[in-house]
Nanobody, 122 residues
Framework: QVQLVESGGGLVQAGDSLRLSCAVS????????MGWFRQAPGKQRELVAS???????YYRDSVKGRFTISRDNAKNTVYLQMNSLKLEDTDIYYC????????????????WGQGTQVTVSS
């Protein structure tokens, strides 16, 4: 049973930073790609960033240069450092584990956390 637990969301002002964490159960964490997605009410869940099992990151264009995804295989944890937050970054953020060692699309991820709310105010 794979379980993912996110933490670190909250209410911040535009320009501030937040770091999301996702702790993953299981002994094979290092073998799988991890991703952070976000979803607004009524909209499709979208990939924010992913990181392969080998540590190669991938970002959607709107967060490049502001967000950094990283992983600590010793701690079974993936992080999303979010800097220079904008109003449009307000969403529920979900951590997800891929079915394989890579992943950039929603269908490639099969295990999900419960989500954490990030709200950016002006």
């Amino acid at each position: 049973q794979v379980q993912l637990v996110e933490s670190g969301g909250g209410l911040v002002q535009a320009g501030d930073s937040l770091r999301l964490s996702c702790a993953v159960s299981g002994r094979t964490f290092s073998s799988y790609a991890m991703g952070w997605f976000r979803q607004a009410p009524g909209k499709q869940r979208e990939l924010v960033a992913s990181i392969s099992s080998g540590g190669i990151p991938y970002y959607r264009d709107s967060v490049k240069g502001r967000f950094t995804i990283s992983r600590d295989n010793a701690k079974n944890t993936v992080y999303l450092q979010m800097n220079s937050l904008k109003l449009e970054d307000t969403d529920i953020y979900y951590c997800a584990r891929s079915y394989s060692d890579h992943g950039r699309y929603l269908y490639e991820f099969g295990y999900w956390g419960q989500g954490t709310q990030v709200t950016v105010s002006s």
